[in-house]
C-alpha cells in the first residue's frame, strides 16, 4: 500500500466535507475517484497530498505518516513524490513551455543545463518537442495539459495527483490527455490518483472509488482481484 | 424482457387480483404502453406453474377472472436475486435499469447499493471498450466508441437517479 486514510474527517466551519472517509491505494495502481459535486473529492486528493490537514484520521505515505509531519518535511516530502495537475492555472504564463517544465528541477537544485535537456525529453515524450519555445500562454488546452504532465512527472514523483485534468477540454482531447498519462505512469511505475467526472476518464483507471456525502462507499472495491 | 420478473416485484408488495397488478405495471412501467390482459393472464398463468406464485380460489364477480395470486418463497427468492444483480453492461437498457430501482424502492431494498453495483458493471465495461481502443483497429475503435457513448448515457441516468432516489422513493410509496 503506497497511501492509506484512515477514518479522515475534515470540515471547512461548518460544513463537513469528508466524514471518516477510508482509502487504500497501491504501488502503481491508476485510481479514479469519482462521485457528485460537493461531495469531497477534491478535500480528500489535497487531504492524500498532505496539502490539507485533515482534522482527524490518518494519511499515511510509504509507511510514513503524514498528517503529523512537520510542515518543512511535509512541503519537501510533496515537492520531491509527488506530482499535480489540475483542471488549469498551474503553468506560468509568461515563461516558456522549456521553462515551465525545467522549473522543479531547477529549484531542486539541478543544473541548469540537465535540467533544459530533461524537460526537453519529457517534452518529446508528450509529442510536444516542438513547443519548447512557445510561452505557455499561447497554447491550446489541450496542449496546456500535456505541458503540466511533462512538468508533474519530471521529477519522477512516486504519486501523481490529477483534479480534473481533462474537465476543460473537449472529449477527444480529454482522451488524448489521459491516454499520454496513463501510459507514461506505467511505464514509470508512477501511482495515479485522478479525480474525474468523466467515465470515460475514468476507463482509463484500473478501479474507480465512489466518495458520496464525505466517505469513500467502496474503498477497496476491485483491489484483491488485481 | 422483464415483465415476469415486474409482477412477480408487484405482488410481493401483497397478493393482487390480475386486475390489479396490470395496472401497476401500466403505471410504473408501461411508459404509455398498456400490457394486455391477455399477457398479464398467459404470464402469471405461467409464473403459478413454475411454483412462484400461488392463484386463490376463483371469487364470485364479473370480470374474466377473480382469482387473487400469491408470492412464494421460490418467487421471492427470485425477485430478491434479480434486484441485487447488476444487468450486463449493454446499450439501451434503461428499462431494465429503471425497473429494477422503482421495485427495489418499492419492496423498501437497497436501490443505492444497486445503483452503485450498476455503475462499477458499466464502468468495467468501459474500461473493456478503452483497452479496444487502444489496440483494435480504427473499425474497432468507431464500434467501442459506439458503445461507450451508450453506456455513458446510462451512466449519467444512473448519477442523476441516485440524485433523485429520495424523491423517487416518496412518489413510489405515496400511490
Ligand atoms: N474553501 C472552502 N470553504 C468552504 N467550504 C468548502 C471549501 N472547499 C470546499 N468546500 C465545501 O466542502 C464540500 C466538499 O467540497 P469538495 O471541493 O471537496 O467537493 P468535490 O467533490 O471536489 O466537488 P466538485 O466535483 O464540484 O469539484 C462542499 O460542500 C464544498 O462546498
Ligand atoms: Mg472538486
Given amino acids: 500500500m503506497i497511501i492509506e486514510a484512515r477514518r479522515?474527517?475534515?470540515?471547512?466551519?461548518?460544513t463537513l466535507a469528508l466524514r471518516e472517509a477510508d482509502l487504500a491505494v497501491e504501488a502503481g495502481e491508476i485510481l479514479a475517484v469519482m462521485g457528485p459535486s460537493g461531495s469531497g473529492k477534491s478535500?480528500?486528493?489535497?487531504?492524500?497530498?498532505?496539502?490539507?490537514?485533515p482534522d482527524s484520521g490518518e494519511v499515511w505515505f510509504g509507511g510514513r505518516r503524514l498528517d503529523t509531519m512537520s510542515d518543512a518535511r511535509r512541503t519537501k516530502l510533496r515537492r520531491t513524490a509527488f506530482g499535480f495537475v489540475f483542471q488549469f492555472g498551474q503553468l506560468v504564463p509568461e515563461l516558456t513551455v522549456a521553462d515551465n517544465v525545467a522549473l522543479p528541477l531547477l529549484l531542486g537544485r539541478v543544473r541548469r543545463k540537465e535540467a533544459y535537456a530533461r524537460a526537453a525529453g519529457w517534452l518529446e515524450r508528450l509529442g510536444l518537442g516542438e513547443l519548447g519555445g512557445r510561452r505557455t500562454g499561447q497554447l491550446s488546452g489541450g496542449q496546456a495539459q500535456r505541458v503540466a504532465i511533462a512538468r508533474a512527472l519530471v521529477l519522477g514523483p512516486r504519486v501523481l495527483f490529477a483534479d480534473e485534468p481533462t474537465g476543460a477540454l473537449d472529449s477527444l482531447t480529454g482522451e488524448h490527455v489521459m491516454e499520454l498519462l496513463v501510459g507514461l505512469a506505467r511505464e514509470e511505475g508512477t501511482t495515479v490518483i485522478v479525480v474525474t467526472h468523466d467515465a470515460r476518464v475514468a476507463a482509463f483507471a484500473d478501479r474507480e472509488v465512489i466518495v458520496r456525502d464525505g466517505q469513500v462507499t467502496n474503498p477497496f472495491a476491485g483491489q484483491a482481484v488485481r | 424482457m422483464s415483465v415476469p420478473l415486474a409482477l412477480l416485484g408487484l405482488l410481493e408488495r401483497e397478493p393482487s387480483h390480475g386486475y390489479d397488478l396490470k395496472r401497476?405495471?401500466?403505471?410504473?412501467?408501461?411508459?404509455?404502453k398498456a400490457l394486455p390482459f391477455g399477457q398479464v393472464y398467459s404470464t402469471l398463468?405461467?409464473?403459478?406453474?413454475?411454483?412462484?406464485?400461488?392463484?386463490?380460489?376463483?371469487?364470485?364477480?364479473d370480470g374474466p377472472d377473480r382469482k387473487r395470486y400469491a408470492i412464494t418463497p421460490l418467487g421471492q427468492q427470485q425477485v430478491e436475486e434479480w434486484l441485487s444483480e447488476p444487468v450486463a453492461a449493454e446499450p439501451y437498457l434503461q428499462t431494465v435499469l429503471f425497473t429494477k430501482v422503482v421495485l427495489a424502492l418499492m419492496l423498501g431494498r437497497d436501490a443505492a447499493a444497486y445503483l452503485d453495483l450498476q455503475r462499477a458493471t458499466h464502468?468495467?465495461?468501459?474500461?473493456e471498450f478503452t483497452q479496444i481502443k487502444r489496440t483494435g483497429s480504427l473499425a474497432d475503435a468507431l464500434l467501442a466508441d459506439h458503445g461507450m457513448f451508450h453506456l455513458e448515457a446510462d451512466l449519467r441516468w444512473i448519477d442523476v437517479t441516485q440524485a433523485r432516489l429520495g424523491a423517487l422513493a416518496d412518489m413510489v410509496r405515496e400511490s
Fill in chain 2, 24 to 32: 401497476d405495471y401500466d403505471t410504473y412501467f408501461g411508459r404509455g
Fill in chain 1, 43 to 53: 478535500t480528500l486528493l489535497h487531504c492524500l497530498a498532505g496539502i490539507f490537514t
Fill in chain 2, 123 to 127: 464502468l468495467r465495461r468501459m474500461r
Fill in chain 2, 45 to 61: 398463468g405461467r409464473l403459478a406453474r413454475d411454483g412462484k406464485v400461488t392463484a386463490g380460489m376463483s371469487e364470485p364477480g
Fill in chain 1, 8 to 14: 479522515l474527517s475534515r470540515s471547512y466551519g461548518n
